[in-house]
């Protein structure tokens, strides 16, 4: 199975500022023949099912804020919330479906500072 | 609208079977992967499976396989997650999703308490 680490476990961001979470797979998820890196970002609130927000690591789901924005390659991603807004208050998972199992993230809590 | 909606919360003893349903509509079911992905209370995301409703192709994680069984009724666009005997640490939310590439759409979520 691939293995999917993210850091920081949680972080803290004031109004406005922006917040960075990492994503690291075991090995890479770039898939040769379409040069698409098979890596997605989900948003989960308190109480609420995931939500996708980015695929291929740098696409924006249908109605998306583009202060979400995902980047990466191989086997090192990012998203970065560029102005965080106080509705970005959740847990992130980034997740590869490279392969089965899709294995996720252990996920990164977002808080206010 | 593209839709999934799961069966209600179930509470269960030990030793018990169950069996939870996610019913799809709005899209065409027998051509998208559906996955089930369970959440332990306060814990992350874990990937347990898919089905291809099209021709029941069904993939598990080796932590699941065994322990639970995926299938799907074409005749009402309903994909199912199956236990035979239900133990404490089953306890979770459980979420269908479609996976266009990825999971795209997702359930609301049912919730499984196992207690004796």
């Known amino acids: 199975d691939i293995v999917v680490t993210q850091s920081p476990d949680s972080l803290a961001v004031s109004l406005g500022e922006r917040a960075t979470i990492n994503c690291k797979s075991s090995?890479?998820?770039?898939?040769?023949?379409?040069?698409?890196?098979?890596l997605a970002w989900f948003q989960q609130k308190l109480g609420q099912p995931p939500k996708l927000l980015i695929y291929?690591?740098?696409t924006r789901e249908s109605g998306v804020p583009d202060r979400f924005i995902g980047s990466g390659s191989g086997t090192d991603f990012t998203l970065t919330i560029s102005s965080l807004q106080a509705e970005d208050v959740a847990v992130y998972y980034c997740?590869?479906?490279?392969?089965?199992?899709?294995?996720f993230g252990q996920g990164t809590k977002v808080e206010i500072k | 609208e593209v839709q999934l909606v799961q069966s209600g919360a179930e509470v269960k003893k030990p030793g018990e079977s169950l069996q939870i349903s996610c019913r799809t509509s709005?899209?065409?079911?027998?051509?998208?992967?559906i996955g089930w992905v369970r959440q332990l209370p306060g814990k992350g995301l874990e990937w347990m499976g898919i089905?291809?409703?099209?021709?029941?192709?069904?993939k598990y994680s080796p932590s699941f396989q065994g322990q639970v069984t995926i299938s799907a009724d074409r005749s009402i666009d309903t994909t199912y997650l199956q236990w035979n005997s239900l133990k404490a640490s089953d306890t979770a939310m459980y979420y269908c999703?479609?996976?266009?590439?990825?999971?795209?759409?997702w359930g609301q979520g049912t919730m499984v308490t196992v207690s004796s």
């Open positions: 089905i291809y409703p099209g021709d029941s192709d069904t």
């Open positions: 090995q890479s998820v770039l898939y040769s023949s379409n040069n698409k890196n098979y």
């Open positions: 997740q590869q479906y490279y392969s089965t199992p899709g294995t």
């Open positions: 999703a479609r996976q266009r590439s990825p999971f795209d759409i």
């Open positions: 291929w690591a740098s």
């Open positions: 709005g899209y065409s079911f027998a051509s998208y992967w």
